[in-house]
């Protein structure tokens, strides 16, 4: 009689292949899972932390850590020690390759929109310029990186947007709602977005862009990958062109909204079995007119203009072998800007020219070990502006090229923090702990610290050691953190037309509670939570509009703000759900909500900070028409709390607006052409920032090739 023997493999997950000559070797003597990790709808889809690397606990013991076989995966950041999705205890949500190809979007500011958790404020169509927050935050209280860099701007962020890469070049943007200071150190007081580059595109060796639209729109652009065929060496460079009229004119019937700008964007690595290396080199010019962008009634100045150039530079590297993974970067981002408060009249008013350098040095380090894994590291970063108007008078002036005058004022600062974070990984139940240690030179506060704690439990489907899209899964989370915000050098020293800053504005500091639910299947991909945001010493732009004439906007500290939120989102697939075989059919709607405990004396108007959106409804639906024919619906409808003072002197609530959007394509093997309409019926009346018209519809029809 047989007796059956059962005898425990090592589980081994793979999520990507690739064509290596090990990867048959590593599956001898383990059970091997195959799932597909995709990301189902823009809104919804929640994946964190997916690394090259896992570690994972035995399911007969705890104490016992088991390295499974490293795979070239995709690498996703939402804690200091990377983890696989299906371990991750706090939720990313991730805008795929796929949703960033069929938006109609010519931007990466219009590409937020549809992430229900952002604000995004327009102050101009097309990526002139906006202004983007998190969960009812500033635009000056996230954290925006580039390939996991941080390039927020300390000057202002009304410009962190100027990037040097296309929407094209973009393989995916992760956001990181909610304090992100454990993970990204100072500045992240809300969340965080990560936008991730493309190294390559397979079989393309490169790609022509043309597009033409509404405002004399026109952008021209090319991608090429020189080498697409190495083994160990990877690389991309692009570069465009792009220029509107704009959708408006001043009083004195001249182009007031109009803008022109190119960008070259260049990212390459090189890796082995025993290190990996990273780095990228870009640079963006741009020019636009800002119509009345910052007017106040008491300057109703409608012909201003901005001049931004941008560089980038960072490398960055990792050892892929060893019982310690060092993971170190370096980089450099320049700020320079020249605003025009009357367009070509300096005589009029002279024009405000400002320089920032930031350098930056970090190092961050994992292990695992009997209880797990652990992360620890630190970072270092030097902010320097040199200006015409922001800042202490300079010891030694600086000449501004291009003019006959020179930098007078700056700021110099140098803010360092230390992380550590610890992971415990069961087989359903994920523990993420750690803090942020944070000092700046330009503060008086000693060296604080910030911690969160991040928990999550696979309450049905595969446990933390695998996961599989044809089966359900569903996941409850819960999370505390905590974060600080250094003020912007021009929310402490702008003093001009109608604005007065105060130099010794404190940190803004944020506390937050989150928890929530995330269902997944082969037909739906659910998620909802509910957050409480407690922030002390909050900064905000706000104007005493009793003084009248005399009212001026001043850079203030709040004491206390608490928001209360709820955000919800679903996804469905329908072609998996009615079998549609020979059509990709999905739907997504998602809803966010929130509620401020703040009020304003009477007669006191804020700028940002208590100007958020209470409502945000999204919904989109994306089908195949017809062979390679594909159609995309956006809806967006919110209501923002607020008001505005209106250049006549009337205070004026922010009304509710709904915008649609659409965007047709024909995708071949090698050209892809493609429609979009913006503001489809046509919206006039709708106000993002007051005082600063919005355009109607407008259309854009574009070409790609490929090579």
């Not at 580059?197 to 597009?211: C, D, G, S, V, Y």
């Amino acid at each position: 009689m047989f007796k059956p023997q059962f005898i425990k493999h090592e589980v081994l997950v793979f999520r990507q292949f690739q064509r290596k000559g090990y990867s048959l070797f590593a599956c001898l003597g383990r059970e091997v899972v195959i799932s597909v990790l995709s990301v189902a709808t823009l809104q919804s889809a929640g994946a964190t932390s997916i690394s090259d690397e896992t570690w994972r606990a035995n399911e007969d013991s705890t104490k016992t850590a088991a390295r499974e076989v490293m795979l070239d995966d995709v690498s996703i950041t939402g804690s200091r020690a990377p983890l696989t999705v299906s371990q991750a205890a706090r939720m990313v949500t991730v805008l795929s390759r796929e949703d960033i190809a069929q938006a109609p979007v010519q931007s990466i500011n219009d590409l937020l929109k549809m992430a229900v958790g952002i604000d995004v404020r327009q102050r101009g169509p097309l990526g002139s310029q906006t202004d983007i927050s998190i969960r009812g935050g500033t635009q000056e209280q996230i954290i925006i990186l580039l390939n996991g860099i941080n390039i927020s701007d300390p000057q202002t962020a009304h410009n962190t947007m100027d990037l040097p890469c296309d929407v094209s070049d973009i393989e995916r943007i992760e956001v990181l709602e909610g304090p992100a200071g454990r993970t990204y150190g100072t500045s992240s007081l809300v969340g965080a977005i990560n936008i991730v580059t493309r190294t390559h595109q397979p079989n393309t060796h490169a790609e022509i862009r043309l597009e033409s639209g509404s405002y004399g729109y026109a952008k021209a652009g090319a991608r090429i990958n020189p080498l697409s065929n190495a083994l160990h060496w990877n690389g991309m460079i692009s570069a465009s062109y792009a220029r509107s009229d704009g959708y408006s004119r001043s009083r004195d019937g001249k182009l007031n909204t109009d803008f022109s700008g190119s960008k070259a964007f260049y990212q390459g690595g090189y890796h082995n079995q025993l290190v990996r290396l990273s780095w990228h080199l870009g640079i963006s010019d741009k020019g636009w007119g800002s119509g009345t962008f910052y007017a106040t009634p008491k300057w109703q100045a409608d012909e201003q203009y901005e001049h931004t150039t941008k560089t980038f530079f960072a490398l960055q590297g990792e050892n892929r072998e060893g019982p310690v993974h060092f993971q170190t970067a370096i980089y450099w981002n320049q700020n320079k800007d020249r605003y025009e408060g009357y367009r070509d009249c300096p005589e009029k008013m002279k024009y405000n020219y400002n320089r920032c350098n930031v350098y930056g040095l970090k190092l961050n380090s994992y292990f695992d070990w009997i209880c797990g894994r652990t992360a620890l590291g630190a970072e270092m970063r030097n902010e320097d502006l040199v200006s015409g108007n922001l800042g202490e008078p300079l010891f030694r002036t600086h000449h501004i090229n291009g003019t006959d005058r020179d930098y007078t004022l700056g700021v110099n600062r140098t803010n360092i923090s230390a992380h550590l974070e610890h992971n415990v990984l069961l087989n359903r139940l994920t523990i993420s702990a750690g803090f942020v240690a944070a000092k700046s030179s330009w503060s008086n506060m000693n060296m604080t610290l910030y911690p969160g704690i991040d928990v999550s439990y696979q309450l049905m489907g595969h446990g933390a050691s695998s996961v599989s899209r044809q089966s359900s899964s569903l996941k409850l989370f819960a999370s505390y953190n905590s974060s600080l915000r250094l003020p912007s050098f021009t929310e402490m020293y702008y003093k001009l037309q109608g604005y007065s800053a105060d130099p010794h504005l404190k940190p803004e500091e944020m506390q937050a509670l989150e928890i929530g639910a995330h269902y997944i299947s082969s037909i739906i991909d659910a998620k909802a939570s509910i957050y409480h945001h407690h922030g002390k010493d909050m900064i905000d732009w706000i104007m005493d509009t009793n003084q009248g004439s005399e009212a001026q906007w001043k850079s203030v500290n709040h004491t206390k703000v608490n928001s209360y939120g709820v955000e919800a989102n679903m996804g469905v697939n329908l072609s998996q759900w009615l079998k549609f075989n020979d059509r990709n059919t999905r739907i997504s709607l998602s809803y966010s909500y929130i509620y401020q405990d703040k009020d304003l004396e009477e007669g006191i108007v804020s700028q940002y900070a208590l100007e958020y959106l209470r409502h945000k409804l999204v919904g989109s639906l994306q089908t195949d028409v017809w062979k390679n024919l594909s159609l995309r619906l956006d809806y967006r409808w919110q209501d923002r709390v607020g008001s505005y003072t209106s250049f006549s002197g009337e205070t004026m609530n922010y009304k509710p607006y709904m915008l649609m959007d659409a965007h047709i394509q024909w995708d071949a093997k090698r050209y892809v052409v493609y429609a979009d309409v913006n503001n489809l019926l046509n919206n006039r009346s709708y106000v993002d920032f007051g005082n600063v018209p919005q355009p109607g519809r407008w259309f854009v029809a574009g070409l790609k090739i490929r090579l």
